[in-house]
C-alpha cells in the first residue's frame, strides 16, 4: 500500500527556518516523482513543485521558485520542503503527493497524498 | 502566468447530474485532471488524462474534453458528492496549475 507520512504541525516566527518532510513508503521511491502542493486558509489548490528522488531533478513554480527548496533523500524514502525565513504568508496546510504520471513539458499528475502539515507562522 | 478558470459553485438536487466545466488556452495540448477535496481531508483524483477514471471511483464521476475546455460530470449525484472539485492541467512550458476550485452543493 502507497503512502505518504508528513512531518508533525510547525509554529514558528516570521524570520525562522524550517523544513518540513514526507515519507513514502509501499512503492519504489526513487523512480516516482513527488511534489508539493500549498493550500492556504480556506483557499484553493497551487502548485509549488516537484523532485525526482533518483537524480534530485526539480521542477519550481515559477510562484514559489526562489521562495522554497524542495529536496529528497531517496536513502530514507524522504521528501522534504523548506524555508530560510518563513513570512507570515506562509501560513497554509501544505501537502506532498506522488506524480502517477509525467513527461518533460507535459501535465502530470498526482495520484496519492500524504495527510498534510500545516504551517503557522505569526509573531 | 497560466490559470484554469472554473465556476466558483455549482448546484444540484440529488439524483441531478452536475456539470463542472474548466477552461483553459493550453488544454487542446495538455491532458487535464480533476480531484475531489472533502473538508478535513487531502485531494483524491477522480479523473486522469481528461477522462480516465482510477480504480475505485464511482462510474458516475466521468470527464471530457473540448478545444479549450474539460468538463466533470457527475451522474446522479449523491449527498456524499458534495465537495469542492479542482482542475489541473500545465501550460505550454510544462509548468503545472490548479484551476480556483468549484464548490458543489447538493441541495
Known amino acids: 500500500e502507497v503512502q505518504l507520512v508528513q512531518s508533525g504541525a510547525e509554529v514558528k516566527k516570521p524570520g525562522e527556518s524550517l523544513k518540513i518532510s514526507c515519507k513514502g513508503s509501499?512503492?519504489?521511491?526513487?523512480?516516482?516523482?513527488i511534489g508539493w502542493v500549498r493550500q492556504m486558509p480556506g483557499k484553493g489548490l497551487e502548485w509549488m513543485g516537484i523532485?525526482?528522488?533518483?537524480?534530485?531533478?526539480?521542477r519550481y513554480s515559477p510562484s514559489f521558485q526562489g521562495q522554497v527548496t524542495i529536496s529528497a533523500d531517496k536513502s530514507i524514502s524522504t521528501a522534504y520542503l523548506q524555508w530560510s525565513s518563513l513570512k507570515a504568508s506562509d501560513t497554509a496546510l501544505y501537502y506532498c503527493?506522488?506524480?502517477?504520471?509525467?513527461?518533460?513539458?507535459?501535465?502530470?499528475?498526482?495520484?496519492?497524498w500524504g495527510q498534510g502539515t500545516l504551517v503557522t507562522v505569526s509573531s | 502566468s497560466y490559470e484554469l478558470t472554473q465556476p466558483p459553485s455549482v448546484s444540484v438536487s440529488p439524483g441531478q447530474t452536475a456539470r463542472i466545466a474548466c477552461s483553459g488556452d493550453?488544454?487542446?495540448?495538455?491532458?487535464a485532471y480533476w480531484y475531489q477535496q472533502k473538508p478535513g481531508q487531502a485531494p483524491v483524483v477522480v479523473i486522469y488524462?481528461?477522462?480516465e477514471r482510477p480504480s475505485g471511483i464511482p462510474e458516475r464521476f466521468s470527464g471530457s474534453s473540448s478545444g479549450t475546455i474539460v468538463t466533470l460530470t457527475v451522474s446522479g449525484v449523491q449527498a456524499e458528492d458534495e465537495a469542492e472539485y479542482y482542475c489541473q492541467s500545465a501550460d505550454s512550458s510544462g509548468t503545472w496549475v490548479f484551476g480556483g476550485g468549484t464548490k458543489l452543493t447538493v441541495l
Open positions: 493550453a488544454l487542446p495540448k495538455q491532458y
Open positions: 488524462k481528461d477522462s
Open positions: 523532485i525526482y528522488p533518483g537524480d534530485s531533478d526539480t
Open positions: 503527493a506522488r506524480v502517477g504520471g509525467y513527461s518533460h513539458g507535459s501535465a502530470g499528475y498526482f495520484d496519492y
Open positions: 509501499g512503492y519504489s521511491f526513487s523512480t516516482y516523482w
